[in-house]
């Protein structure tokens, strides 16, 4: 294992932030493991460094809990469903039959509703019943909250396992002291608490169960990128077509692809044309015009023509299986903010224990008669009501849903403190080619002088132009093919660096180039100079073409600008982030290109090794500095910047460098990324802030300050049913997420 390739775990037996601190200990304790991070929201573990799975497994089961090693990640997803569907039901019985328990206990409790006698009776023959049955329910539906306390106790550690199996054990073993030798205690104070047992336990379980079901919803994204993937394939082999299943196709291999079909791998189109539908990936909702030449990807759909392509890349190399990993990665990164509840974690529950000590102390020995029972019931409430699950999810459950939806949207996240700092961002510096334009240089204008028309001035340009490679012949060669011209082959061709071209086509001499071309060439241009400045100023490069050295007209060609390239900008800039524009294009073009889309500062003729300078000097200024690219030039700026966003059409070195790739191309995704950004840090604050509130209130409020002003001492009852919903409070909070737009 390297630092490139994480090694994944499926953790078992976690029920709160204590125990994600004491796995994650127990993990960066393993020597060789050089990072290790948990994630509560999907009970798993991603270690980096030079260790071997079955040592941290290992390391993990000694903490006391469960380990096994994720190697097949659709495999093992379907088993963590299908293992979360049985402990749900698991659950549910364990909560219904403590719930059960709990009417009988509830009514001992309130004996004088029963009236008469009864008080009497039921002490002698209801206690030692109640006894048992509570005692059942600690032994069927809480064991894993005496297990857990003990193990921890046994790694020196303390986690909600030990509030809940402190309090409940407190509480049985009073009652059945008040029980079995009631004259052993004060009068008024041999009353037992049989009820709390039953109903915090019922509760607690309860609320674990939703919780388990709702967090199981927060997975959705990744589940539906992994069954975009077919089952089978169909390949041709030795002539004949046959189903194969997908782990079997191998690379080389011809797939065919009819309609309605999902393309299984990704390759290279060899045969027939059609729209594929590629939304899952880029999020754009357009079918893309595939023919021979044209690359597919696995888990897009095929709309309606049938495709033969040839398999380039299989199993965990297509673009689907390497999106799921980044998805999977970024979900359980922790960004900065979800670090503070790690902190606190690591000394939260000694800090409880201390302050339940206390409570019981002072009760005790300063509190109204009956002592013992305030002083019990302050105790264990105290205990009950700090167990800190909501803090532990507060995190974890927001950048699942975050992360999730921002796949959606065809927006990769790479890591956590990318999706924090990407809504935090101050100024954005665009590169031009390729991000803000298209990339790919295109006829714009055609101007023909007198006696001339488009058609043969366009002609004659490409004929020549077919002995170039530069790719402004390619853009004049591509225009006279899409409208159907035929071309003649030039001779004699001559390419002169910088200026232009010449040549012979069709008997005539043929010269094509720039002012200065035309000049050598001895050929007027005053004609059209006014029309050739107004192109330039439009970001095109005009090009004169001159026959028998007599001037034929104007041709133009121009990185034309994505047609949503302005939308998108302007949005950034409501969002209140300062858009810059970064290239190595002349002055002229760059500020033309500017003025279309709505940019304000424009830093052009930048050298490829200057480009992260810039972004630098920004970072110095104090800018909070987003840098979008999409070439091999962009790579040094990419990781420079706070967060690098590599245009997903653009290279695999660029997606490398960034922080976030925006899969579709277009800048709408650079600001779906900030809106769902500030979307999911406002989540995670909110589920911060409710979790520590509550904690932070309801402890003192459990151990009686409201007592002497209001005499008002909270019920561990209460307590336990305010502990269980404040965890399903945080992750219906952070489900809300998934019905975010941007």
Same mark, same amino acid.
């Given at each position: ?283 754009? /909702? #357009?079918? &893309?015009?595939?023919?021979? =030449?044209?690359?597919?990807?696995? !888990?897009? +759909?095929?709309? $309606? *023509?049938?495709? @033969? ?86 995190? /974890? #459950?927001? &950048?699942?849903?975050?992360? =999730?939806?921002?796949?959606?949207? !065809?927006? +990769?996240?790479? $890591? *956590?403190?990318? @999706? ?323």
């Amino acid at each position: 294992m390297n630092a490139a390739s994480p090694l994944r775990l499926a953790i078992e037996g976690m029920r709160c932030a204590g125990c994600v601190a004491s796995v994650e200990t127990a993990l960066r304790g393993v020597a060789g493991v050089a990072e290790a991070n948990v994630n509560f929201a999907d009970h798993t573990a991603e270690v980096r460094g030079a260790v071997a799975a079955l040592t941290l497994i290992a390391a993990v089961e000694k903490a006391g809990y469960r380990a096994s090693e994720i190697v097949d990640e659709e495999a093992a997803e379907r088993e963590k469903q299908a293992t979360e569907k049985i402990r749900y039901r698991a659950l549910l019985r364990k909560s219904v039959f403590a719930l059960i328990v709990a009417v009988p206990a509830l009514a001992f409790g309130f004996p004088a509703m029963l009236g008469g006698a009864m008080p009497h009776t039921l002490m002698h023959w209801g206690s030692p019943v109640l006894a048992l049955l509570t005692l059942a329910v600690m032994l069927y539906s809480g064991p894993q909250f005496f297990t857990g306390a003990w193990k921890s106790l046994r790694n020196r550690a303390a986690t909600m396992d030990t509030l809940i199996a402190l309090g409940m054990g407190a509480a049985w073993g009073y009652s059945v002291a008040v029980t079995v030798a009631p004259a052993w205690f004060p009068a008024g104070a041999a009353e037992p608490f049989w009820d709390v047992i039953p109903v915090v336990i019922g509760l607690v379980v309860l609320g674990q169960a939703l919780e388990m079901r709702a967090r199981g919803r927060t997975s959705e994204a990744v589940q539906r990128l992994i069954g975009l993937r077919p089952k089978t394939a169909r390949v041709v082999r030795a002539g004949q077509e046959i189903d194969i299943p997908l782990s079997e196709v191998r690379v080389g291999d011809t797939v065919r692809v009819r309609p309605g079909e999902k393309i299984p791998v990704d390759g290279a189109v060899i045969e027939g044309s059609s729209r594929v539908d590629e939304s899952m990936l880029t999020g754009e /909702p #357009m079918p &893309v015009e595939k023919q021979p =030449g044209s690359e597919v990807s696995g !888990g897009t +759909l095929n709309k $309606n *023509g049938t495709l @033969l392509f040839t398999a380039t890349r299989v199993g965990k190399d297509t673009a689907l299986s390497r999106i799921v990993e980044m998805v999977r990665q970024a979900q359980g990164a922790k960004p900065a903010i979800g670090r503070i509840a790690d902190r606190v974690a690591a000394w939260f529950v000694p800090v409880v224990l201390v302050i339940a000590a206390i409570a019981f102390i002072v009760w005790f020995s300063l509190g109204p008669e009956p002592r013992l029972n305030h002083a019990m019931v302050a105790a264990v409430t105290v205990l009950v009501i700090a167990c800190p699950c909501a803090l532990g999810l507060a995190t /974890p #459950m927001s &950048v699942m849903v975050g992360v =999730g939806k921002a796949a959606e949207y !065809g927006i +990769l996240i790479r $890591n *956590g403190d990318a @999706l924090q700092l990407t809504g935090q961002l101050t100024t954005v510096v665009l590169d031009k080619t390729g991000t803000v334009t298209l990339g790919k240089p295109a006829v714009t204008a055609l101007v023909p002088a007198d006696g001339w028309s488009e058609e043969e001035l366009l002609r004659v340009a490409a004929s020549l132009e077919t002995g170039s490679e530069h790719p402004l012949a390619e853009a004049i060669v591509a225009a006279a093919n899409a409208r159907g011209y035929t071309l003649s082959s030039p001779q004699a061709f001559q390419a002169v660096a910088g200026q232009g071209v010449q040549g012979v086509v069709d008997g005539r001499t043929i010269h094509f180039g720039n002012a200065r071309f035309m000049e050598h060439a001895e050929v007027a241009t005053e004609t059209l100079q006014d029309q050739a400045h107004q192109l330039a100023g439009q970001a095109a490069t005009p090009m004169f073409l001159a026959v028998d050295g007599q001037l034929a007209g104007i041709i133009a060609v121009a990185d034309p600008v994505k047609p949503d390239s302005q939308a998108a900008i302007a949005r950034l800039r409501a969002l209140g982030i300062k858009v810059v524009m970064l290239t190595g294009d002349n002055a002229a073009t760059a500020e033309a290109v500017a003025r279309q889309v709505g940019i304000d500062s424009v830093h052009a003729e930048v050298l490829p090794q200057d480009k992260d300078k810039q972004v630098a000097a920004l970072i110095a200024q104090g800018e909070k500095t987003g840098m979008v690219g999409d070439g091999i030039n962009d790579a040094p700026a990419l990781a420079r910047a706070d967060v690098g966003f590599a245009i997903g059409s653009g290279t695999d070195v660029a997606i490398e460098a960034a922080d976030v790739t925006l899969m579709s191309g277009s800048l709408h995704g650079m600001a779906n990324a900030v809106a769902i950004s500030r979307a999911t840090v406002r989540n995670i604050r909110q589920n911060l802030f409710g979790a520590f509130i509550y904690n932070t209130l309801g402890i003192p409020v459990a151990a009686g300050v409201l007592y002497p002003a209001f005499g008002l001492l909270l019920n561990p009852m209460i307590a336990g049913a305010a502990m269980a919903m404040s965890s399903v409070t945080v992750v219906s909070n952070a489900g809300r997420l998934r019905w975010f737009r941007p």
